[in-house]
């Protein structure tokens, strides 16, 4: 019983142009989402947080894009670079801990 | 200046076997976590422990016993370890045991049970 779901696998995009990563989940209490990078042979680092009293929020070339009604959230990255060629994950809060999915690969093609 | 180091990286060993994963933090933080993360890529929390009083223990099997002898020190022991304990195991850490803060994780222990 997965409450986040990424469920692309990978995704391919090429340099300059926009990569939107996707998110569902199904448990309406959860308040609070997060974006995790991770590159091989590293542990997963923090990239951009929103609060469901939110539908937006950016920093740099990162949105985050929240749609509580579908349970839905995307990250958006513009212009695309090859070193943001990783893994992200998605992440819920709920009952005090995080939820994640299990990742989409991001290929960044030069 | 590693953050979060575990040891070790990577860890062959065969099914009955008893293995402990060791896991220090330098940031100063009062939370630890294990996380494990699946053959279906999933990462999933096993233990918290903030200040060394453990306050998340998902369903886990009592074969995992996590230990934190400091708060910068948060070292998981496996017992009878089976084909179904093959995964990455992450620990992470944060400030505060708000689920707010941000987790710093560790690079990962890739463990294998034959």
């Known amino acids: 019983d997965q409450q986040v779901k990424q469920n692309s696998p990978s995704l391919s995009v090429q340099e300059g142009r926009i990569s939107i990563l996707n998110c569902d989940y199904t448990?309406?209490?959860?308040?609070?989402f997060l974006w995790y990078k991770k590159y091989p042979a590293e542990g997963p680092t923090f990239l951009i947080s929103i609060s469901s009293i939110k539908d937006k929020n950016e920093d740099g070339r990162f949105t985050v894009f929240l749609n509580k009604s579908a349970k839905h959230l995307s990250l958006h990255i513009v212009p695309s670079q090859p070193g943001d060629s990783a893994v992200y994950f998605c992440a819920a809060r709920g009952a005090q801990k995080l939820v994640f999915g299990q990742g989409t690969r991001l290929t960044i093609n030069p | 200046d590693t953050a979060v180091s575990q040891t070790p990286k990577y860890l062959v060993t065969q099914m009955g076997n008893d293995k402990s994963i060791k896991c220090e933090q330098n940031l100063g933080h009062d939370t630890m976590y294990w996380y494990k993360q699946d053959s279906k890529k999933f990462l999933k929390i096993m233990f918290s422990y903030n200040n060394k009083e453990l306050i998340i223990n998902e369903t886990v099997p009592n074969r995992f016993s996590p230990k934190s002898p400091d708060k910068a020190h948060l070292n998981l022991h496996i017992n009878s370890l089976e084909l179904g304990d093959s995964a990455v195991y992450f620990c992470?850490?944060?400030?505060?045991?708000?689920?707010?803060?941000?987790?710093?994780f560790g690079p990962g222990t890739r463990l294998t049970v034959l």
């Open positions: 992470a850490s944060s400030p505060t045991s708000l689920s707010t803060d941000t987790q710093y």
């Open positions: 448990n309406s209490m959860f308040d609070y």
